[in-house]
Every structure is written in structure tokens, then in C-alpha cells.
């Protein structure tokens, strides 16, 4: 069982920075693969950034590639969502969420296992 905690949302201008935390409980952080995925009203749930378990692989669509990275402290248990260049397009919820099957890094949403409550990011034009 894995808890996670979203923090580092909040209204940021267009074209500025904002950093997303991700606290996980739990010994065995570790063995997750972990994503980041966001949603705005009346969307579906969209793939933002996934990192490997040892964080050697990343992976992000087209959408936020050069602008979003992906990191984690497993010492921490922690996962990072760096975000530049925000765009007013880019507001949504955030969620991060972990995938227990850590043999391929995953944007499907169902093949997350563990979710956090999110976070709202709101950028402004």
C-alpha cells in the first residue's frame, strides 16, 4: 500500500515556473514506477511525465516535452514535477500515482495502481 501527497500547486503567470512534490509512505517507494498525470474540467485524465523506479528512464508527450521534467529522491520517497514555460493550457489538477509493474514505464492512466488527491495548478495569460 502506497499514500501519496500532492503539494506546489498554485496560480502561476504564463511563461513562469512552478514545482510539484510528491510525498510517498510507505519502505518500498522504491518499486513503483510513478507518473504524473493532470486533468482539467470537462477532460479526461492526461499523461504529463513518468519516471522509471530507479530513475534512470523518463518518459512525456509531445505536449509538455522541453518544458516539464520528472525526477525522484528515493531516499525521500519523493517525485518531483519541474514545470517551465507554463501555458494557460496547461491548467488542470495534478495528480501524481504509482504503478507497481516496473518492467515498461506506462501513460495509461488504469495502469496506475495508487493515487494522491491532486493539486490545482492555475496559469494565467
Known amino acids: 500500500q502506497v499514500q501519496l501527497v500532492e503539494s506546489g500547486g498554485g496560480l502561476v503567470q504564463a511563461g513562469g515556473p512552478l514545482r510539484l512534490s510528491c510525498a510517498a509512505s510507505?519502505?518500498?517507494?522504491?518499486?513503483?514506477?510513478m507518473g504524473w498525470f493532470r486533468q482539467a474540467p470537462g477532460k479526461e485524465r492526461e499523461f504529463v511525465a513518468a519516471?522509471?523506479?530507479?530513475?534512470?528512464?523518463?518518459y512525456f508527450p509531445d505536449s509538455v516535452k522541453g518544458r516539464f521534467t520528472i525526477s525522484r529522491d528515493n531516499a525521500k520517497n519523493s517525485v518531483y514535477l519541474q514545470m517551465n514555460s507554463l501555458k494557460p493550457e496547461d491548467t488542470a489538477v495534478y495528480y501524481c500515482?504509482?504503478?507497481?509493474?516496473?518492467?515498461?514505464?506506462?501513460?495509461?492512466?488504469?495502469?496506475?495502481?495508487?493515487w494522491g488527491q491532486g493539486t490545482q495548478v492555475t496559469v494565467s495569460s
Open positions: 500515482a504509482a504503478d507497481r509493474r516496473t518492467y515498461s514505464i506506462s501513460k495509461i492512466p488504469g495502469r496506475y495502481d495508487y
Open positions: 510507505g519502505r518500498t517507494f522504491n518499486s513503483y514506477n
Open positions: 519516471i522509471s523506479s530507479s530513475g534512470g528512464t523518463t
